[in-house]
């Protein structure tokens, strides 16, 4: 029989990797005469994806706002998709952990240059009606942003102000987790009194991210890249790349999104409450939150003004 060039190469290549598994190569190769072509919109799942937008009201402009919110989603899982492959190995060799945080810092721009679609995109008076059906519902209640969180610092980075520096690992898990900084947005700690919002994140996610947390405790981004020699080759590249995603993430992001709430919640001389119920003009602000991955990685100076360069 004629065969290409390399086809009998590739044949007994085929037939050895289903050998080596106990499997019959031939009935594979059968296979091929009876399957169904592949289609795009198989591929992509692109019905079901088109299907997944459920807007409460009939104001054109709702799902906009529920397509951003996907979007940033899967720009999320794109970004915990390359720091799962770096918090896996022992070892991450600089060169191949500043791709990958070069490649997080693409996507990170994406959700902080798009922001305008919401600041800009949709109707003042259309927003400030739909968003009355979503309460108590919060982009506060995002998991994935907490889970990135937890896979790039140390659980003491992510404690609220008035207890960062003063709390470390020895408090355990649950005091730690519970001095959060992204509680502040849900919780009077005068009166220990929860928002509804809070306590449905809680209920859901909390164990999760505990479990998360255990894990990550020494694999995490900021555990990984202390490990790496400052003398290595990529060291300085790769310094600098996770101070550009620093930035990006936990402080041009937060300042885009703080700007448009106050388009949408504080201009026009009203001034409104949040679906998730937090002080929203205070814990919203980058220098209020203060949540800062790479401490290390910054002057005593830029750590002082965080939020304000
Ligand atoms: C018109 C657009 C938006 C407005 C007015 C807005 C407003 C707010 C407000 C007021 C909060 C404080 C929590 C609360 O009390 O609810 C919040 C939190 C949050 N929102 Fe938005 N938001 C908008 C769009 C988005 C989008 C598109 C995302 C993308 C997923 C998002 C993600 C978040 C996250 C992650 C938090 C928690 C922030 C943190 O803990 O630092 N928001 N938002």
């Not at 191949?96 to 996507?107: A, G, H, L, M, P």
């Not at 520096?165 to 849900?186: H, N, Q, R, T, V």
């Not at 995490?220 to 202390?226: D, G, I, S």
């Not at 937090?278 to 100076?301: A, V």
Request: charged share 30%; aromatic share 12%.
């Amino acid at each position: 029989m004629d065969m290409k060039p390399g086809m009998s190469e590739t044949l007994k290549q085929i037939e050895e990797k289903h050998a080596a598994l106990g499997q019959d190569a031939g009935s594979y190769l059968k296979g091929f005469l009876y399957s169904k072509p592949l289609a795009y919109w198989d591929y992509v799942q692109l019905e079901t994806l088109l299907s997944l937008q459920r807007p409460r009201t009939d104001y054109p402009d709702e799902p906009i706002f529920i397509m951003y919110h996907q979007v940033t989603e899967l720009l999320l899982k794109l970004i915990i998709h390359e720091l799962q492959q770096v918090v896996d190995l022992e070892c991450p060799h600089p060169a191949f952990f500043s791709t990958k945080i070069e490649r997080v810092n693409r996507y990170a721009g994406i959700l902080t240059q798009s922001f305008a679609v919401m600041r800009e995109g949709m109707d003042y008076d259309q927003y400030n009606e739909f968003r009355l059906t979503l309460a108590p519902a919060s982009g506060l209640q995002s998991m994935q942003f907490r889970v990135i969180e937890i896979m790039c610092t140390d659980i003491v980075h992510l404690l609220n102000h008035r207890v960062k520096g003063k709390l470390d690992e020895s408090a355990g898990m649950d005091k730690l987790f519970e001095e959060l900084y992204w509680k502040d947005a849900g919780l009077d700690r005068k009166t220990g009194k929860k928002t509804q919002t809070l306590q449905l994140f809680e209920e859901k996610y909390e164990t999760g991210f505990k479990k998360l947390a255990g894990e990550m405790k020494e694999n995490n981004l900021l555990k990984k890249f202390l490990t790496i020699e400052s003398k290595s080759e990529d060291y300085e590249k790769l310094k600098s790349a996770l101070r550009a995603f620093d930035h990006t993430y936990n402080v041009e992001w937060p300042l885009s999104h703080l700007k448009t709430a106050e388009h949408y919640l504080n201009s026009k001389g009203v001034m409104k409450g949040a679906t998730g119920g937090s002080e929203w003009q205070k814990y919203l602000h980058p220098s209020y939150q203060r949540r800062i991955f790479f401490p290390q990685l910054w002057t005593k100076e830029e750590l002082e003004n965080w939020g304000k360069f």
